[in-house]
Each structure stands twice: as C-alpha cells, then as structure tokens.
C-alpha cells in the first residue's frame, strides 16, 4: 500500500476529528492512488485510521482488495467520473451541513446562500441533491449527472460530499462548507445581506471556483 496516501488519509481524519465534522463512525474518505482507488472502510472511526481499515477499488468501483469499503463508495466514484483532476472525496455527517441539507435551497445549483467571499472562492456553488438512502448507488449516479459544475454536494437529509485535488484541498474545503452552512442557519431568521451577481462572479473568476449566473442575485448595494 502507499504509504504516504495511508498517511495522508489517516492525518485527513484526525483533522476532521478535531473539527468536529465526523461523529462516531460516521463519513468517509478516499484518494485515488494511481488507477485505483483507497476508501476507508464500513464502520471505520475517520480518527483511527491504519492500513487494516482502507480498502482498494478500481475506479467503476469494484473492490479488489482490502476492508470492506464503505457503503458510500459511488459517491467517490461519481466525483472521480466527474473529473479526473479530483485526487480525493471527503463525505461527512457535519452537524451545520446535515441541517441545512433538511432545508429549501437558496438555488437550483446551490443549496448554500452566498454570504461570505471564503464559501465562494473555496467551494463554490454546492447543489443540493436528491434523497436517497445511505448507501444508495444511485447517489455516485446524482453526482456524476450533476448537471452543474462543482466541486461539493449536500445530499437532501444526509450531508456533505466534497472533492479535492489532494486529501488535505478535501479537508479545507469539507470545513469551509460547514462554516458556510453554519453561518447560512445563524442568520437565516435575519434579515442578512447576500453577496451581489457581480461580487460572487468577481471571486469565482479570480479564484477558479464553479458558479452558474442565477436569476436570483442579492440587489446591488451602495
């Protein structure tokens, strides 16, 4: 096995840990390592990560070596489809992104009202995606059909799926994502202030990040 992919991942979950995003044994992780793919294991704690929990997949999914892969396997391997510039999948139960999951979106292509500049430049626009029971494999169908560009999902009444160019571009963004969804449910009994059409298409352009123009823009402010 790689070791530096095992220790990345196994790193990856402590920080996730210490951020308070995996309860339990709850979420998952993986990296693509060379034409396969490393995933932490069914029951597997993201905090006690060693090389008797991560199983290997090829990259339609198919196991090939290793624990038992999680049952959330077809979301990574959605991401994967996606693009092939995602080196890894972080899917998590964190507390903000669940709740906001059992909301309305703001949008048809995110689900996260725009409300600071960081949710922009670091995630970018997250849909929300279908119900579908844990471990369903029409969810890696969801996210590979996406009809947006993206680079995070929340799925309705579960939580968050993110993808990164590298494990630790995964954990900055799966706790950029719960912030955003944190800040999105402190002020939604407030009348709040969204960024404008022209601010939020300023810092994607800059910054690279997915966002599709919707008719649905904050009004221009002084």
């Known amino acids: 096995m790689n070791r530096s992919a095992l220790d990345g991942l196994a790193a990856a979950g402590r920080r996730l840990i210490e951020a308070g995003l995996s309860p339990g044994s709850s979420g998952n992780m993986?990296?693509?390592?060379?034409?396969?793919?490393?995933?932490?294991?069914?029951?597997?704690?993201?905090?006690?990560?060693?090389?008797?929990s991560l199983a290997r997949l090829t990259m339609d999914g198919t196991h090939v070596g290793g624990a038992k892969a999680s049952k959330e396997a077809p979301l990574h391997v959605g991401f994967y489809r996606r693009d092939a510039g995602f080196g890894a999948v972080i899917h998590v139960?964190?507390?903000?992104?669940?709740?906001?999951?059992?909301?309305?979106?703001?949008?048809?292509?995110?689900?996260?009202?725009?409300?600071?500049?960081?949710?922009?430049?670091?995630?970018?626009?997250?849909?929300?995606?279908?119900?579908?029971?844990p471990g369903d494999a029409t969810l890696g169908v969801d996210v590979y059909e996406a009809p947006w560009p993206m680079r995070a999902a929340l799925l309705a009444n579960h939580g968050a799926v993110v993808a990164g160019s590298d494990i630790d571009d995964a954990v900055d963004r799966a706790i950029e994502l719960e912030e955003a969804c944190r800040i999105v449910l402190l002020t939604d009994p407030l009348q709040r202030v969204e960024l404008t059409a022209g601010q939020i298409e300023e810092l994607a352009q800059r910054w690279g990040s997915p966002w599709t123009p919707s008719a649905r823009a904050a009004p221009q402010r002084l």
Do not use: K
């Not at 990296?31 to 008797?52: H, P």
């Not at 909301?103 to 119900?131: E, I, K, S």
């Open 30 to 52: 993986s990296v693509r390592d060379a034409d396969s793919i490393l995933i932490t294991g069914t029951g597997v704690e993201l905090g006690r990560i060693d090389e008797r």
């Open 93 to 133: 139960h964190s507390p903000h992104a669940v709740a906001l999951s059992c909301m309305t979106p703001w949008a048809d292509h995110n689900a996260v009202a725009p409300l600071t500049p960081y949710f922009v430049m670091r995630v970018g626009q997250t849909p929300l995606l279908p119900y579908r029971h």
